[in-house]
Nanobody, 126 residues
């Protein structure tokens, strides 16, 4: 089992920045990738970004590429999401996820992630 706890979500103005954190514990050795997904009001949950836990390869959705950066600190078992140039359409509950992914095309597939955090609310509004 892997436990995930997100933090860092808050209200921020358009154009602002925010960093989310996801602390993980438990059987970390059982997973090889972690990612961030988000769910806006009235919409389905969607892929944001993912990173391989060992090699640090990253994958981004087109909607956040160039604005968001995913990173991880293996020593602290913590995943981060640096979000810059935030837009109102980035408003959502952001979820941290961990799983086993072998193919690049699968990093955005929610079914490949076995463990999920409770989510943290990010609101972008003036």
């Amino acid at each position: 089992q892997v436990q995930l706890v997100e933090s860092g979500g808050e209200l921020v103005q358009p154009g602002g920045s925010l960093r989310l954190s996801c602390a993980s514990s438990g059987s970390i050795f059982s997973i090889n990738a972690m990612g961030w997904f988000r769910q806006a009001p009235g919409k389905e949950r969607e892929f944001v970004t993912a990173i391989t836990w060992s090699g640090g390869r990253t994958h981004y959705s087109d909607s956040v590429k160039g604005r968001f950066t995913i990173s991880r600190d293996n020593a602290k078992n913590t995943l981060y999401l640096q979000m810059n140039s935030l837009k109102p359409e980035d408003t959502a509950v952001y979820y941290c996820a961990a799983g086993t992914v072998y193919y690049a095309s699968d990093y955005s597939a929610q079914s490949k992630y076995d463990y999920w955090g409770q989510g943290t609310q990010v609101t972008v509004s003036s």
